[in-house]
């Protein structure tokens, strides 16, 4: 099972910028749907954007023209360069992995902070 650690996360002001790295471990990142999720303070984990094992991509539709999900095969690595950044952007940033061939099995990283303020 793939092992997950984010990095990258800090405090920014409104309207800058960002890259959320997820470093794993154990598998290769390009057999697995790789996601990034955010959850902030009262509200539901949701989806910001996933990158499958072919390369799509997805994005929320707050996101969009903002956030670039990209993946580094030979670092096994997957980045979230987040651009143009808004106090609603703040919450907690999660990678999650999950593969793509059985058994499917998802793993998730500890979470890394992103605090958008003046």
């Known amino acids: 099972q793939v092992q997950l650690v984010e990095s990258g996360g800090g405090l920014v002001q409104p309207g800058g910028s960002l890259t959320l790295s997820c470093a794993a471990s154990g598998s290769s990142v390009s057999i697995h749907t790789m996601a990034w999720q955010r959850q902030a303070p009262g509200k539901q984990r949701e989806l910001v954007a996933h990158i499958k094992g072919g390369g799509s991509t997805n994005y929320a539709d707050s996101v969009k023209g903002r956030f670039t999900i990209s993946r580094d095969n030979a670092k096994n690595t997957v980045y979230l360069q987040m651009n143009g950044l808004k106090p609603e952007d703040t919450a907690v940033y999660y990678c999650?992995?999950?593969?793509?061939?059985?058994?499917?099995?998802?793993?998730w990283g500890q979470g890394t902070q992103v605090t958008v303020s003046s």
């Open positions: 999650n992995a999950r593969l793509e061939r059985p058994p499917y099995s998802g793993s």
